[in-house]
């Protein structure tokens, strides 16, 4: 396939056109950027030798099409080209193209996309200012094409029936805007159902509010110089569902618990009852803005804002299945919502009182929908308003959430970075409409004790006050519990304490089971906070420091001195044992916004991990130093993410003792030797782990990605939860392999498994050294290891793998594992 070669002064400005093509194209298509100078090329320039670097992929196979924004970006390009030349390496299939930057981008993908020769890609590019030409009228046309074109009063028209499920709600509406929003014509959507529209087809907003439903007749009118290929495309579209299927029964959902508010999930131990508030009206108030500067001035941080947010969203949209975070996206692009808001900071208003007050008029409009589901969608609108209002004021930092008075939080679907920033002293509860109870929200949650229930019968508009009681272990939800019920809820949680408190003291004792074997207790800690509470509850050291979450706060990279002052906090708060740092697990549902990550069809099997380590082997090699650096007091261990082969083990050994080498020769205080090992977690690894022993000092089952890749269930999948279960058979007979197969090697499991005890048995019946748990369950985990024999888990185990479902050896273990 020809590519497409983008030569700019400013990374940031290719970055952005690259990803509008991938929007095109999709995440495949191979569009490369070379632009800027200096590290990291962030710096204004160009590099001829970078340019062609880029270039030289391309020459040995179709060939590509190169495009440039400036003046100085030609000379660069054509430098590159001459030292291909010099390098003896052939760029006859090499084309530089002074066809505009970003319109050419787009055109010229397009058509290479679809299989175009490298004329045909040039000739697209050089067209490419033709429509904008013809739309707005300021230069000639070119001659028309042989194909028929209506005329630009001329509407070409079809009618389809909608038959998505829920509508054109966001993720199909933004199908279609992305589709119009691709020719030069002009293309409009009506209902014929409810008589609203026309409505412009490139506006989100236009088209939700044209609200139409399943069974609605809608009807598209098309004008403009390439209004065919619109209709086509637009028919097609609509003929697919607008890319959705429309013909798979959804999931059906857990059955509920009597008395329930519907069917839920319970996702993080524990009762609570109270009142619920939407998440983002227990965020904390806006900073003060200050006085309103010059029309100009007021755009300017509209504008800033607005592009820092979209950023945010496009990064996650790259990782999100759903698609909700590309709807919202599309949102902040959207003509219909912006310009009012410019008008109004026109007309002397502040940027921040601007974009308030027009987003809560969308707001508004979406709540009163007459459809459920789309008058859910005011969640949506009114988070991005936040978070752009956040951003206008230039309010830094991560959030605490705290409600006051103390509340059950309302969400759509918690990320991991707003359950780190709840505060378990003010938040009684958890209600989100969707997630999965092994998504890295969920155990987060689990990790601060906060009760968490997904699912049951939430509804946005209406929740918000009520009193519910929630039980996060069976996933029941009763909302406006009569005194009855709110009292067994209460006991419930009285009991918890009660057990609690009992393990509690006893937290300090080994856990040394009942035939003398001793089990190491270690924690999962992702900050100060909770190393600090695995200290107080008895854990024996840190078997998981998951660095990513350190990180979160960062939108730029952080130094390695950043780095390492912020490591040593959380090793200083630590229990005095070893501390097993991890190395960025990063991608999928993690993305950090300093780490650029393109777009996947499959994240969760894609550049993650230690994958990601390798392609930014600057920040790899920081982190490392900084890791030692912070650990120099501490007894450290260092653990790398996704190993799939004994080479990548050899590598990330090598990278390590270079990050030493580089401290010693500049006479820096550092940990040294370490212990360097590898998460087990990758099928590959598991099935040949002997040939990885001579490579790692240790090994740590990582039963969440373990899990979702032995049983092809995505761990982020609600719909896959009686999948998920590490307890499952195949995966238990995994780790009892990893553990036969590591010789004298140390194994432990850092999962989350190995803080449900009934897990940890089996677990432990598998062989096993060592379990991490959540800080909050090392008291309960020590309690039944002393209460066990290893000798009657690992019989237990025996038996138990003949079963077929993982509910079979829960129960088995269910009832050994009592402490």
Known sequence: MIGVVLVSHSKALALGVRELVLQMTGPDFPVVVAAGVGDDFAEIGTDAVHVAEMLKPFCAGE?????MDLGSAVLSAQTALDLLEFDDISHDNIRICSAPFVEAAVAASVQANAGGDLDSVVREAMGALAPKQDQVGDAEAPAAAPQAMAAAGEALSFETEIRNPHGLHARPAANLVRTASGFA???????????????PARSLTSVALVQAKKGDRVRFEIRGADAEAAKAALEKLASEHFGE????????PPAAAPGAAGASVGASEGVAVGPVMRLDAARPALPEAGPAGTPAEERAKLDRAVAAIAGELGAAAKHDATGIFAAQLLVLEDPAMLEPIAARIDAGEAAVAAWQAEIAKLADAYAEMEDPYLQARAADIRDIALRVARAIVGAKGAQRIAPEPSAILLVDELLPSEASACDPAHVLGILARVGSPTAHAAIIARTLGIPMVIGGAVDEGTLPGKTVALDGGTGELVIEPSPEIAAEFAARRAAAEERAA??????????????????EVFANVGNAADAAAARDNGAEGVGLLRTEFV????DETPSEDEQADLLES?????????VVVRTLDVGADKPLAFLEQAAEANPFLGVRGIRLSFRNPEFFASNLRAILRAGRDAEVWIMFPMIADPEEMRRGRAAVVAAHEALESAGVAHAWPVKIGMMVEVPAAALTLERFVDA???FSIGTNDLTQYVMAAE???????????????????AVRRICESAGERHVAVCGDAASDPAAAAALVGAGVHGLSVRPNRAPEVKAMLRGVSAADLKAALDAGLEADTAAELRARFAALAKP
């Open 570 to 578: 959380v090793i200083a708060a630590a229990p005095k044992g070893p």
């Open 715 to 733: 761990r982020g999948n609600a719909a896959l939860t009686d999948l998920q279960d590490a307890m499952h058979p195949a995966v238990l007979r």
């Open 551 to 554: 990180y979160l706060p960062f």
């Open 502 to 519: 009992a393990f509690a003291a006893a937290k300090d004792e080994p856990a040394e089971t009942r035939d003398g074997h001793r089990i």
């Open 245 to 252: 299927d429309v013909t798979a029964p959804e999931p059906a």
């Open 696 to 698: 790692a000092d240790f």
């Open 185 to 199: 014509a002009e293309a409009t959507i009506s209902n014929l159902s409810n008589g609203r529209g026309p409505a």
């Open 63 to 67: 060939g590509a099409v190169v495009l």
